[in-house]
């Protein structure tokens, strides 16, 4: 019997979900394809979550963001930011689950374009399991916050080109090259694997769902819901001025919404159900008439998917800092795929009128963008091996 190659799959997500739930996606489809994996989390632990053959979890000790803002890390058991003490902590962890995997292949999430105040950890993480004779690789979303420092996007991108052998970008050229968030990126040309967007799978048929979510409802979503305490008032706010206001619309809340946010739940209008964040999520799109969300990774690869005309309100931070969603927002509606609202003008009246403009579009029934970017993921770290295990 021919061993297996094992992969240690770093994931670190800070504030929302979505880290999380791609890394999932992209760990399932090695296991599928062959692997070994041992995906080591450092965020907060999941409440519920499958964990197939062929698959290992490790939890760190977990961190989470301070705020919104990114302000600082903070220890998720204590909420007191991290001091010397944790980071030796988080440090030894790494380094023994690297110990007991002895992989063939090392993939960080986001690092050195992101979870920078992680380096303590991974770059002896990852220098040492160079040192064993590991690949090493990092996985990054199609677009990146954008640096106003010039010099310091270089070092990061001389900082990547030292560290990993590959650079798997989650994304669709045709869509957005790397260079679009990154300018850099042409120093990593070598070195980057587009993969596609990594989808969920296609949804079943609607005649297999029930009839009470086959009307065309508004689903309203923000996924882990950190930050996504505005968009839901808006859009409670919003149903009655809207073209749509005879129609369900069906808010789903995140784990992480604050509690201050969830009170405007308490006493709703009849018309608007309430319910915690669904796995049959893309099965819902299917069948509405609109999308009202955020404009994150994951929930734009569903609506992919699905081809659900939608609302994007694109997370921007305190300051504008979070250039990510806005780009891809922008470039969906460039493409005539999505209505934009920008984040600083979400009102009620400015929200109904994005609905009724968003009636407009037609339900797309393909994606012009590659979307198996979980299989092709895996395939590209096959080959980093030489195609060992196919």
């Not at 080591?40 to 519920?48: D, M, N, S, T």
């Not at 690297?98 to 050195?112: K, R």
């Not at 596609?196 to 979510?213: H, K, N, Q, R, Y």
Request: aromatic share 4%.
């Amino acid at each position: 019997m021919i061993n297996k190659p094992r992969l240690l799959f770093h994931v670190q997500h800070m504030l929302g979900i979505g880290h999380r739930i791609r890394a999932e996606r992209i760990a399932v489809a090695c296991v599928e394809a062959g692997f070994d994996v041992t995906l080591i989390e450092g965020g907060v632990p999941a409440l519920e979550c499958d964990t197939p053959p062929g698959l290992t979890r490790v939890q760190l000790p977990p961190a989470r963001a301070a705020d919104a803002a990114f302000s600082a890390v903070v220890d998720a058991d204590t909420g007191q930011i991290v001091d010397d003490a944790w980071r030796a902590r988080r440090l030894a962890a790494s380094l023994a689950a690297l110990e007991t995997c002895q992989p063939d292949i090392l993939l960080v999430e986001g690092f050195p374009f992101a979870r920078r105040a992680f380096r303590f950890e991974l770059i002896p993480l990852v220098q040492q399991a160079r040192t064993r004779g590991a690949r090493t690789a990092v996985s990054v979303r199609d677009i990146l916050v954008m640096r106003s420092d010039s010099l310091k996007v270089a070092q990061i991108a001389e900082m990547a080109r030292s560290l990993f052998d590959t650079v798997l970008v989650h994304g669709d050229p045709g869509f957005a090259q790397l260079v679009d968030s990154f300018p850099a990126a042409a120093v990593l040309a070598d070195r980057l694997v587009y993969t596609g967007i990594v989808s969920p799978p296609p949804p079943a048929a609607i005649l297999d769902f029930p009839t009470s979510e086959q009307e065309g409802e508004v689903i309203v979503s923000c996924g882990g819901g950190a930050v996504g305490g505005a968009l839901i008032r808006a859009a409670v706010a919003a149903r009655p001025l809207s073209r749509l206001a005879d129609r369900t619309w069906r808010i789903l809340i995140g784990p992480n919404l604050p509690p201050e946010d969830r009170a405007v739940l308490d006493a709703l209008p009849t018309g608007i159900i309430v319910e915690a964040a669904r796995h049959d999520f893309t099965s819902l799109l299917a069948g509405a008439a609109l999308s009202i969300s955020q404009a994150g990774y994951n929930t734009v690869a569903d609506l992919a998917v699905t081809g659900c005309p939608s609302v994007l309100v694109p997370f921007a931070g305190p300051g504008g800092k979070e250039t990510e969603q806005p780009m891809r927002a922008a470039l969906l509606a460039a493409a005539g795929r999505v209505i934009c609202l920008p984040e600083q003008d979400l009102t009620p009246g400015r929200l109904a009128q994005a609905v009724d403009r968003a009636l407009a579009l037609p339900r797309q029934s393909q994606s012009p963008y590659r979307l198996q970017g979980a299989t092709q993921s895996a395939a590209a770290l096959m080959d980093l091996l030489g195609g060992e295990g196919q």
